[in-house]
């Protein structure tokens, strides 16, 4: 089957630690994204990437950091910067170009905070 | 990028048809209207996109006035399993705007009553 996995499903963070949320498509799409989304909210963009090795951040990007070595992996670093990290987080994929460009999202990742 | 109003909830009983108004006034010439629906703890999943009159598959419809200036998804005989948020989305999918087109507000959250 063809999508976007994110793992792992649920992440706990200790107060200063960094953790990684994995993202992973076999889309074969260029463009990936990260959203964050707070209880009863829209998605706010973090950072997305159109290529390989490139990333632009989004809207609200301190605390986090991305890497796009892969075409199909899109990790993302919470870092102990982000001093709220609290939410679901969403990872998304799409083609580049593409006339009507619509985006696919993963299962999401719910972080939480000890 | 154009902003959108939406309702911010709607209720509604089985077998009744839901229409759902979105309002975009800076609609700019190249953009797109794009609907996603989200279920609690799960990603958005598109639904329907347009540009301008109407738009229909097997899920919805998406009516488009000659202004551009609003747009109506419309859910015919929604079922207890409609019940979810819908984000109204208006962007170029243009590369030039790539990745600054998906801004999620806060949606509209339909409850479908038994």
């Known amino acids: 089957d063809g999508g976007i996995t994110q793992s792992p499903k649920y992440l706990f963070r200790k107060e200063g630690q960094n953790v990684t949320l994995s993202c992973e498509q076999n889309?074969?799409?260029?463009?990936m994204y990260w959203y964050r989304q707070d209880p009863g909210q829209g998605l706010r963009l973090i950072y997305y990437?159109?290529?390989?090795?490139?990333?632009q951040k989004g809207d609200i990007a301190e605390g986090y950091s991305v890497s796009r070595e892969k075409k199909e992996s899109f990790p993302l670093t919470v870092t102990s910067a982000q001093k709220n990290p609290t939410a679901f987080y969403l990872c998304?994929?799409?083609?580049?170009?593409?006339?009507?460009?619509?985006?696919?999202f993963g299962p999401g990742t719910r972080l939480l905070v000890l | 990028l154009a902003k959108t109003t939406q309702p911010i909830s709607m209720d509604s009983y089985e077998g009744q048809e839901v229409n759902i108004t979105c309002s975009h006034n800076?609609?700019?010439?190249?953009?797109?209207i794009t609907w996603y629906q989200q279920f609690p703890s799960q990603g958005p999943r598109f639904i329907i996109q347009?540009?301008?009159t109407k738009v229909t598959n097997e899920v919805a419809s998406l009516f488009i006035p000659a202004d551009r200036k609003s747009s109506t998804l419309s859910l015919p005989r929604v079922s207890l399993s409609d019940t979810a948020v819908y984000y109204c989305?208006?962007?170029?999918?243009?590369?030039?705007?790539?990745?600054?087109?998906?801004?999620f507000g806060p949606g509209t959250r339909l409850s479908v009553l038994p």
């Open positions: 989305l208006v962007g170029d999918p243009g590369p030039d705007n790539y990745g600054q087109n998906f801004v």
């Open positions: 800076n609609i700019a010439t190249n953009d797109y």
């Open positions: 998304a994929s799409s083609m580049w170009g593409a006339k009507k460009e619509t985006q696919y």
């Open positions: 990437s159109q290529i390989v090795n490139d990333f």
């Open positions: 347009g540009y301008k």
């Open positions: 889309l074969n799409h260029d463009a």
